[in-house]
C-alpha cells in the first residue's frame, strides 16, 4: 500500500514550504488589517512548534522530519535565518535548538468563572517574512525539485515528501505547470512526491478546501492552482474527512480563497503523515 512508510530517524520524511513574498503580499488578510505575510509567518512559525513538540521524546528531539523553506518573489533563495541562513532541508532537532527568537506573547483564555484572561507563552520564531518583487513560483518549484532530489536520494524508501506552496496570486515566470510535474513526477518506494497549494485571499468570497475538481473555481489562478496539486493519498483523505474537511475521491490538496483559518488547517492536515509508522 504506498503512502504507508514507517517515519523513523532512519527513515525520516520531509516537509518543504514554498512562501510567496511577492509585494502584494503586504496587502490584509480577507476581514483582517495584519498583512498576509506576517498573518502566514505566524502561522508556520506554529506549525513549526508544533512539529518540534511531535519529535520531542524523553531522550531529547528525535529527527522524524526534515524541513525546508524557501521564499520566493523576485529571486529564489533559501528562507531560514540566523545560523540556519543558507541551509535546504533541516533535521527537526537542529531547528529546535537554533530559533532566531522566542517572543513572550499572550492569548485570550477562559479563566473558569465565565470570563478571559491573558495568558502568556513563548513563541519560537524561525521565519520572519520579507515582502516585494514579482512572483517566480516556477522558479520556487525547480528548486523545489532539487531539494526533494538529494533528499530522496539519502533516504529514497522513507515516506514520500510534502511540498506546501502558499501564494497570493498568479506567477511572474511563466507557466508553473511543467515545474510542478517535474516535482510530483519525484518518488520514493513508497510513492510520489505531493504538491499542496493554498491560495490566499485579500477579498471576502467562499472558500473551497481540497476540492475533486477545478469546476466552480472562478480565476485562472484557482485554476492553475489546483491543476498542480496532488490528489490527497489514501491516508490523508481520511484524515480530511475525520477532520471534518467535505472530501472525496480525486480531492486534491487545494484551498482556493483561504483565510488564516483554512491556512492553519491546511498546514496542519498536510503535515498529518506525522502519524503514520512507529517512529522508532
Known amino acids: 500500500m504506498p503512502y504507508a512508510a514507517e517515519i523513523s530517524r532512519t527513515n525520516p520524511t520531509c516537509f518543504l514550504f514554498l512562501v510567496d513574498q511577492s509585494g502584494s503580499m503586504n496587502e490584509p488578510m480577507a476581514g483582517g488589517t495584519k498583512p498576509k505575510a506576517q498573518a502566514l509567518a505566524d502561522a508556520i512559525n506554529r506549525l513549526l512548534q508544533n512539529l518540534v513538540l511531535r519529535c520531542a521524546k524523553a531522550d531529547g528531539v528525535r529527527d522524524y522530519f526534515h524541513v525546508g523553506l524557501i521564499?520566493?518573489?523576485?529571486?529564489?533563495?533559501?528562507?531560514?535565518?540566523?545560523?540556519?541562513?543558507?541551509?535546504?532541508?533541516?533535521?527537526?532537532?537542529?531547528?529546535?535548538?537554533?530559533?532566531?527568537?522566542?517572543?513572550?506573547?499572550?492569548?485570550?483564555?477562559?479563566?473558569?468563572?465565565?470570563?478571559?484572561?491573558?495568558?502568556?507563552?513563548?513563541?519560537?520564531?524561525?521565519?520572519?517574512?520579507?515582502?516585494?518583487?514579482?512572483?517566480?513560483?516556477?522558479?520556487?518549484?525547480?528548486?523545489?525539485?532539487?531539494?526533494?532530489?538529494?533528499?530522496i536520494g539519502r533516504?529514497?524508501?522513507?515516506?514520500?515528501?510534502?511540498?506546501?506552496?502558499?501564494?497570493?496570486?498568479?506567477?511572474?515566470?511563466?507557466?508553473?505547470?511543467?515545474?510542478?510535474?517535474?516535482?510530483?513526477?519525484?518518488?520514493?518506494?513508497?510513492?510520489?512526491?505531493?504538491?499542496?497549494?493554498?491560495?490566499?485571499?485579500?477579498?471576502?468570497?467562499?472558500?473551497?478546501?481540497?476540492?475533486?475538481q477545478e469546476q466552480g473555481l472562478p480565476d485562472k489562478c484557482?485554476?492553475?492552482l489546483f491543476q498542480m496539486s496532488s490528489p490527497l493519498p489514501p491516508p490523508l483523505l481520511g484524515a480530511a474527512g475525520h477532520d471534518g474537511f467535505k472530501v472525496g475521491p480525486g480531492s486534491r490538496g487545494f484551498v482556493f480563497n483561504a483565510d488564516m483559518v483554512s491556512v492553519v488547517r491546511f498546514l496542519d492536515l498536510g503535515t498529518q503523515t506525522a502519524q503514520a509508522g512507529g517512529k522508532a
Open 71 to 151: 521564499g520566493y518573489s523576485s529571486k529564489v533563495a533559501s528562507a531560514w535565518g540566523g545560523n540556519l541562513a543558507g541551509q535546504t532541508l533541516i533535521p527537526i532537532s537542529a531547528l529546535a535548538n537554533q530559533p532566531l527568537r522566542v517572543e513572550q506573547r499572550t492569548r485570550k483564555v477562559d479563566d473558569g468563572a465565565g470570563g478571559v484572561l491573558d495568558q502568556a507563552f513563548k513563541f519560537p520564531v524561525w521565519y520572519e517574512p520579507q515582502i516585494g518583487g514579482k512572483t517566480f513560483m516556477s522558479q520556487a518549484l525547480a528548486t523545489a525539485r532539487q531539494y526533494l532530489e538529494a533528499f
Open 155 to 212: 533516504f529514497p524508501a522513507c515516506y514520500p515528501p510534502l511540498v506546501l506552496n502558499i501564494t497570493d496570486g498568479m506567477p511572474s515566470d511563466g507557466d508553473p505547470r511543467p515545474a510542478a510535474r517535474e516535482l510530483t513526477a519525484l518518488a520514493t518506494q513508497d510513492g510520489a512526491a505531493l504538491l499542496f497549494n493554498a491560495h490566499l485571499s485579500s477579498q471576502a468570497a467562499p472558500i473551497i478546501e481540497f476540492p475533486a
Open 222 to 224: 484557482a485554476r492553475l
